[in-house]
Nanobody, 124 residues
Framework: QLQLVESGGGSVQAGGSLKLSCTASEYTNSNYCMAWFRQAPGKEREGVVTVDGDGSSHYADSVKGRFTASKDSAKNTLYLQMNSLKPEDTAMYYC??????????????????WGQGTQVTVSS
């Protein structure tokens, strides 16, 4: 059964950078979709980036140009490089996957495998 483990969260000042990692228990070059979501206190979980099985990435407007997703198949890991961080990026970040689907989705309920989350805090 596929399992996901996130790491790399932390506290930074506005304008700083962090790189999150999501390590999968199975080969990430498999043709299934993955995504990064985030959830701030009192807010709904929102999509940050979806990654199709072919590696195509699609970004939320709020992070476009600042965040970059990438896969390292040798390490079974999906990364999220976050630059020019803003206080509004503060949230718990979750990695998600659906081993049965190739194309990503912006709806959390369409993913059936989730990591435990990693906290990102950006101070002004």
């Amino acid at each position: 059964q596929l399992q996901l483990v996130e790491s790399g969260g932390g506290s930074v000042q506005a304008g700083g950078s962090l790189k999150l990692s999501c390590t999968a228990s199975e080969y990430t070059n498999s043709n299934y979709c993955m995504a990064w979501f985030r959830q701030a206190p009192g807010k709904e979980r929102e999509g940050v980036v979806t990654v199709d099985g072919d590696g195509s990435s699609h970004y939320a407007d709020s992070v476009k140009g600042r965040f970059t997703a990438s896969k390292d198949s040798a390490k079974n890991t999906l990364y999220l490089q976050m630059n020019s961080l803003k206080p509004e990026d503060t949230a718990m970040y979750y990695c998600a996957a659906d081993p049965w689907r190739k194309y990503g989705s912006w709806y959390p309920y369409e993913y059936n495998v989730w990591g435990q989350g990693t906290q990102v805090t950006v101070s002004s």
